[in-house]
Nanobody, 116 residues
Framework: QVQLVESGGGLVQPGGSRRLSCAASGFTFSTYAMRWYRQTPGKEREYVAR????????DYADSVKGRFTISRDNAKKTGELQLNNLTPEDTAVYYC?????????WGQGTQVTVSS
């Protein structure tokens, strides 16, 4: 079955960096775009970034543009999100997702906490 498993979250100081990973299985990863979203308690899930399947074209939310970098390795069936220059406002559970047909699939999320 389709599975997405995020990892790499943790506690990081303001201004620091973190690299999140997403391991995909159960579908042909190389043919689907991959997205990252994040969510904090009481708020809706917020779009962070997207990368297309073949060309690897990227797109970012304005709030993370210039600080976050999305990438993918189709051979390894993994996606990554590099988070740089983190602020407390980046504290959230980060989810990777893929839309297969009309259905969205999400991982369980990984918590990133930015605090001194």
């Amino acid at each position: 079955q389709v599975q997405l498993v995020e990892s790499g979250g943790g506690l990081v100081q303001p201004g620091g960096s973190r690299r999140l990973s997403c391991a995909a299985s159960g579908f042909t990863f190389s043919t689907y775009a991959m997205r990252w979203y994040r969510q904090t308690p009481g708020k809706e899930r917020e779009y962070v970034a997207r990368i297309t399947a073949a060309l690897g074209t990227t797109d970012y939310a304005d709030s993370v543009k210039g600080r976050f970098t999305i990438s993918r390795d189709n051979a390894k069936k993994t996606g990554e999100l590099q988070l740089n220059n983190l602020t407390p406002e980046d504290t959230a559970v980060y989810y990777c997702g893929a839309r297969l047909g009309v259905r969205d699939y999400w991982g369980q999320g990984t918590q990133v906490t930015v605090s001194s």
